[in-house]
């Protein structure tokens, strides 16, 4: 066993947007922390939006692997013509989608650098436009990439979208390149365009700018996005939802609630750690898929711990060590938002592997970054994959409305719901785990998995 990594938790304050300080969180665990940091100020004009606007009873589903060492979500995605195959990482904290540019020169020097997550090469695609908008993006984990705003042909899961905008980096501190799919209005970009919310309802192919995420069990090696639907089969109970907070004034930023109250609940008792009711202080948390544990004030972070009975603060990686053993724990975290849907986080998802051995995992951790409430005012709390695998959650961009039911994980059950412009409506999960039998798929989905030849492309 070797602490390889050194998790210092530096905070550097840097200008947002919202003109007051944000925090940079570096962090050398292996966790990712994918939202924006530096939001660009924007002119107030917006993409002429097409004006037909067609009627969808279809729903788009884009699978994701889960790549747990790397603390990421991953799909697969072509671009280009004949398409170009790439991997990229899943982030609803950001709204750009870009991949790594085959003149990167890190992957002319280091071509393993690009080899696993592949690279676009504009030049072998027939589709191919370039625009005069350089691209720019930081995230809040340190990393960062540039190059400049592209278009082409689109393609994942069945479905093609022509003349898709994206970032073409030409220098990234990150091999892995990010599909964000949060509001237009966070995108890098000078000039708002359509990014793949947008694009997935103006060209069609699904109703209303929703989509449910369901990340599946910590060990499963596959969740999926539901563009467009909610998918019965992979909750239980109902969808409970809340509004999205904006982030400053009327603009609504990464994906923002109310956390109201905290209670961590085992077999035979339950210990309140927040309870907003009683007079503790509700703090705003972002719910981003692109980061891989949470990040929450110290003294809730210290709290859980201490119902949980174990727990050693590891100043190496910024995170409580647990014994692995509580992987097998029943017990909960609840957490309430917006005093309305709670979500019960289970300990075997929220407990993570961080280091690993041939035998599997040798060091866990419980997987929520404490950050000291002294800096409270500016800190952006968040929760990650740790704690968002327990849920169902459904991110309705058009109604600025969350959805939020308690996960089925492992489900057989396909059973999807097309959402209109109405959205959620508390509709029921009825999903059971992989031993059921019920199969009922009530409409067209896109599921095929595409499977392309890179090959011929790579040396078009
Ligand atoms: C909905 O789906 C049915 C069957 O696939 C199709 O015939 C119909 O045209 C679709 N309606 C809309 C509004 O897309
Ligand atoms: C995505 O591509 C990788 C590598 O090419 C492959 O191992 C993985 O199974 C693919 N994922 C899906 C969901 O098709
Ligand atoms: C690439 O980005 C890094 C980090 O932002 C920067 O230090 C470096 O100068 C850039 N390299 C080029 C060639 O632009
Ligand atoms: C915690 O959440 C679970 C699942 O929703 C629920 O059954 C339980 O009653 C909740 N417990 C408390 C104390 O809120
Ligand atoms: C949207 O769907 C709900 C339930 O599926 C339905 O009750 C409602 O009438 C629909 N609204 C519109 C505007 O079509």
Redesign the pocket.
Known sequence: MKFSTIATLALLASESVLGSPIIEYRSKTQGVVHFPIEARSKPKERLARRLQK?????TVTMTLDNDIKDGAYLTNITIGTPGQSIRVQLDTGSSDLWVQSSDNPTCLVSPDFCATTGKFDGASSSTFTSTSEDFTISYADGTSADGVYVKDTLSFSGISIEKFTFGLASNASSSLGVFGIGFDTNEAARTTYENLPDMLVSNGLIGVKAYSLWLNDIDASTGSVLYGGIDLGKFTGSLETVSMLTSSGSTYGPFLLSLTDVVYVSAFSSTTILSSSQGGNAINVILDSGTTYGILPESMVSAIVQAIGSGQYSEDYGLYLLDCSLQSSSATVNLTFNNAATLAVGLKQLVVPIEYNSQGSTVCALGVQPVSSASANSLQYLLGDAFLRSGYIVYDLDNKKISIAQAVFNSDTTDIVVLNSTGVTGESGQGSSKTSAAFALR??VYTVVVCVALVASVFF
């Open positions: 067609r009627d969808s009873n279809s409409i067209p």
